[in-house]
């Protein structure tokens, strides 16, 4: 394939950037498009692997038929059969009527079948059938019946891993990654990443009416050496926020880091995404105090582990590692400080907001949840001892707002599920759970 090839399909279908491994990455699914071999695209969440799924298709013959894209982890586990199979009518309660599936629908086209590793393990066995010789059967039925369906599959975590924890049936696995291809994540993007911003920064100007933001050099050079956990998707929230937010055009390193979380590698740019959310003015929106709490529960997990962790290594004799482990993970412990405790108090952020940055409130504060206080650890070592209780309490205050805030989100949406779940930055299916484990599925 030539350059100005590659060069097109860029074009075609809005992809920047020059980075070789994502040159690379659109040479295979530009080869392997005429096939009618299954491509597994594996690459972090946000680096862009919808776009490969559609090259794929409208380059194979197969591209005057229909493609369908499915959100494997944002289907119900109960529906998922029926809504990729079919059901016949009297299948299950309130199958009132017989309705095909994706995989009928889509004869002659193809499927994406997105986070595919959230797929449970008996529509794997379906899958792994219709992919072998065409078959499948709709729910309630048992007539074999065969479908010309190319599939495509994409994955933000490594699929070998859930197959060792017996979460991914191996055989699928292999089936699936006969042809892979690996969308690299910004971060190794080099250049590619500037020029990602420039790029929407100018979309934001145009839709904003406001001239586009420009980096000064140091800035440029702090661009580039952010983590971005959360990839393109992250780089675009922060060049809307900044756009929307700075009054001044010209931005240099200090202020842009405001928009980029101090622990590149913790869950936070979540946090980026809401107070986008937050502020885009819909009637009952998240208060501040809110959207601490949603970072606090997305770190309550790694929290809890990490002390499980710490406890282990100093009551195994190796206090030096525990001592660095909290070092290093100070941000999560300092965070400790402003949760929820006082049961009900307002939490009260840790540091005002400074007059020249009074519009980044939101995002003042999620930095100093994250800010790298190395004094703070030795504090958190001295307390060690009271882990255990200090867990059980915070637990639970933190539930009882996790329960209130999925309340407030599902009212805010209408008891749109799926819209709640994206404001609260977990998957559908982590939403069904909660539902069930707070008791809230009438809700
Ligand atoms: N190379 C790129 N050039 C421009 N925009 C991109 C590029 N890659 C991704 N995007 C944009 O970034 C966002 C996230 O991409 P998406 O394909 O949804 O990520 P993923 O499916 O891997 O989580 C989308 O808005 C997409 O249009
Ligand atoms: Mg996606």
Partial sequence: MTPSEIQSIKQRFGIIGNAPSLNYAIQVAAQVAPTDMTVLITGESGSGKESFSKIIHALSPRKHGQFIAINCGAIPEGTIDSELFGHEKGSFTGAQEARKGYFEVTNGGTIFLDEIGEMPLGTQARLLRVLENGEFIRVG????QKTDVR???????NLLDAVREGRFREDLYYRLNTVPITVPPLRERGDDI?????KFATDF???YRVKPINLTPDAVQELQRFRFPGNIRQLKNVAEQMSVLETDREVDARR??????AD????????????????????????????????????????????????????????HEAQELLRQNSHLFSSVNVAPYEGGAAARPLRQPSPENGSNEYILHSRDLTVDDSAEYE???????DIPHETEE???????????????????????????????????????????QYDLEQA
């Fill in 205 to 207: 100007s145009d839709r």
């Fill in 379 to 385: 504090e958190e070592a001295q307390r060690v001892e």
């Fill in 264 to 319: 590149q590698s913790s869950r936070l740019p979540m946090l980026v995404h809401a107070a986008g959310a937050a502020t885009d003015g819909a009637g009952n929106a998240y208060s501040e105090r809110d959207l601490l709490y949603k970072v606090l529960f997305d770190m309550r997990r790694d929290m809890t582990d990490l002390k499980k962790l710490v406890l282990d290594l100093a009551g195994g004799g190796r206090p």
């Fill in 256 to 261: 842009l880091r405001n928009y980029l979380p």
């Fill in 394 to 436: 915070e637990t639970l205050s933190l539930e009882a707002k996790e329960k209130e805030m999925i309340i407030k989100a599902l009212k805010k949406h209408n008891n749109k599920r799926k819209y709640a779940a994206h404001d609260l930055g977990i998957s559908e299916r982590t939403l069904y759970r909660k539902l069930k």
């Fill in 141 to 144: 039925s048992s007539k074999v």
């Fill in 194 to 198: 500037y020029l990602l911003f420039r």
């Fill in 151 to 157: 599939v495509v599959a994409a994955t933000n975590v």
